[in-house]
């Protein structure tokens, strides 16, 4: 049982390490100019252990804006019955950004140099946030295809990618506001 709890840590700090040389190489020279091999030796692993935490360059790459993606889609489905989906977004964004690791910060660095990563990982967060157009509109009474839920899942979406690369309190607290303000706003069905 020790060894189980040995082994599992083991291989996370072997992930972290993956995954800092890939960021700290993305942002040094480009996602396109760096290979596996070259994350593999700044990591001190082989290729094969990169690829086999990691299938691809861009799973590499998105490893982190996914994690946190699927952090935000549990948070809203698994939201306490009762609970609004904005509450629920602002509970984690408050958590989830609250401090910022070095490995975020590298993150951040990497899709400052490659904007076309930040696209991507912003793609994946719309998705999620679409789906809490649909919490929204359920919640409303409406259709997730109807204006509001649709103008409030593209301000929720603006508001998460914004905050995930440049989480400051002050900022939460204007875009929380902002965003409860706009839905305040919307009718309700």
């Given amino acids: 049982m020790m060894s189980e709890g040995l082994r599992e840590r083991s291989k996370a700090r072997r992930r972290e390490a993956i995954l800092r040389a890939a960021y700290e190489l993305f942002a040094e020279r480009g996602f396109e100019a760096t290979t596996i091999a070259d994350i593999a030796e700044r ?52 958590e989830e950004l609250a401090d910022p690791s070095e490995l975020d910060d590298l993150s951040d660095r990497m899709f400052d140099l490659n904007p076309q990563l930040k696209a991507i990982a912003n793609a994946r967060f719309a998705e999620v946030v679409e789906e809490g157009a649909r919490l929204l509109a359920e919640e409303q009474g409406g259709d997730p295809g109807d204006f509001g839920p649709r103008m409030a899942a593209a301000a929720a979406a603006a508001i998460v990618s914004e905050l995930c690369h440049r989480p400051e309190a002050a900022d939460i607290d204007a875009a929380v506001a902002f965003l409860r303000a706009g839905l305040a706003t919307l009718p309700s069905q």
Avoid: H
């Avoid at 990591?43 to 998105?62: G, I, M, Q």
């Fill in 43 to 94: 990591a001190e692993a082989s290729a094969r252990t990169v690829t086999l935490y990691f299938p691809s360059k861009l799973d590499l790459a998105l490893a982190q804006s996914a994690a946190m993606a699927d952090r935000l889609a549990a948070a809203l489905r698994e939201r306490r019955p009762g609970r609004l989906a904005v509450d629920a977004l602002e509970e984690w964004v408050r």
